[in-house]
C-alpha cells in the first residue's frame, strides 16, 4: 500500500552533481523515517543517509562533506543532493520509507553513474 518511487539519476561525469527524488504516497509521509541506500555490484547494500520524522538528517562517512538528504513534508518528497561525485559513488540508489513495526517501503531503485 505505502509507493515509493525513485527519480533523477544518472551518468555523469567526475565532480559533477546528481539531486535525487523520492516520492511517497499511500501512508502518512510526515510520519516516516526516511533512508537512501545504494549498492553496487556484487558489494552490500549500504546505507546512504537518514532523515527522521522530525527533520533530523545525517549521511555515512563515505560521502560526509558531499551528500546531504532533506525531506518536504508538504510534497511527500525527500532528496538526496549528491555533489562532487566520484566513481565510487556507482550504484543503484533506493529510497526506503520506514515507520517501526508498521511498514517497511522500498522503491524500485535508480541508477547513477559516475564516469568519465
Known amino acids: 500500500q505505502v509507493h515509493v518511487e525513485e527519480s533523477g539519476g544518472g551518468f555523469v561525469q567526475p565532480g559533477a552533481s546528481l539531486s535525487l527524488s523520492c516520492v511517497v504516497s499511500g501512508t502518512a509521509f510526515s510520519h516516516a523515517d526516511m533512508y537512501w541506500f545504494r549498492q553496487a555490484p556484487e558489494k552490500q547494500r549500504e546505507l546512504v543517509a537518514v532523515v527522521t520524522v522530525s527533520g533530523a538528517n545525517s549521511v555515512a562517512d563515505s560521502v560526509k562533506g558531499r551528500f546531504i538528504i532533506s525531506r518536504d513534508n508538504t510534497k511527500n518528497t525527500v532528496v538526496l543532493q549528491m555533489n562532487n561525485l566520484t566513481p565510487e559513488d556507482t550504484a543503484v540508489y533506493f529510497c526506503?520509507?520506514?515507520?517501526?513495526?508498521?511498514?517497511?517501503?522500498w522503491g524500485s531503485g535508480t541508477q547513477v553513474t559516475v564516469s568519465s
Open positions: 526506503n520509507a520506514k515507520r517501526p513495526r508498521l511498514y517497511d517501503a
